[in-house]
Nanobody, 125 residues
Framework: QVQLVESGGGLVQAGGSLRLSCAASGRAFSSYAMGWFRQAPGKERELVASIGTYVGNTYYADSVKGRFTISRDNAKNTVYLQMNSLKPEDTAVYYC??????????????????WGQGTQVTVSS
C-alpha cells in the first residue's frame, strides 16, 4: 500500500482556480492508478477524475470535464488535480486514492485500497 497526503484545498470564489496535490509514500507509486474523489455533506463519495499508470489514460466525471485536469509526476510520487472555473457545487472534501485497478469509467471507492485524509474545497458564489 501507499500512504497519501493531500494539500492545496481552501476557499475560492466562483470562477477561480485551485490545484490539489497528493504526495505518496511507499513503494511502486507508478504501479498504481490514482483517483480524486469528492464528498459533499449528505452526498455519496464520487470519483471526479482518475489517471492510470500511463499518463495518457484519464477519466473525468461529466460534471468536471473541461474544467478539471488530473496529472501525475512519478518522479515526485505526486498526483495533481487542477481545478478551473470552479462552481459552488464543487464544494466538498476532496480525497486522493490509489488503486491497482484501472478502467476508462467511474470506478467505485471499493476499488481503491489507499486513501488520504481529505482536503476541504469551498467555492463561494
Amino acid at each position: 500500500q501507499v500512504q497519501l497526503v493531500e494539500s492545496g484545498g481552501g476557499l475560492v470564489q466562483a470562477g477561480g482556480s485551485l490545484r490539489l496535490s497528493c504526495a505518496a509514500s511507499g513503494r511502486a507509486f507508478s504501479s498504481y492508478a490514482m483517483g480524486w474523489f469528492r464528498q459533499a455533506p449528505g452526498k455519496e463519495r464520487e470519483l471526479v477524475a482518475s489517471i492510470g499508470t500511463y499518463v495518457g489514460n484519464t477519466y473525468y466525471a461529466d460534471s468536471v470535464k473541461g474544467r478539471f485536469t488530473i496529472s501525475r509526476d512519478n518522479a515526485k510520487n505526486t498526483v495533481y488535480l487542477q481545478m478551473n472555473s470552479l462552481k459552488p457545487e464543487d464544494t466538498a472534501v476532496y480525497y486522493c486514492a490509489a488503486s491497482l485497478k484501472w478502467a476508462y469509467a467511474s470506478m467505485p471507492p471499493a476499488d481503491f485500497g489507499s486513501w488520504g485524509q481529505g482536503t476541504q474545497v469551498t467555492v463561494s458564489s
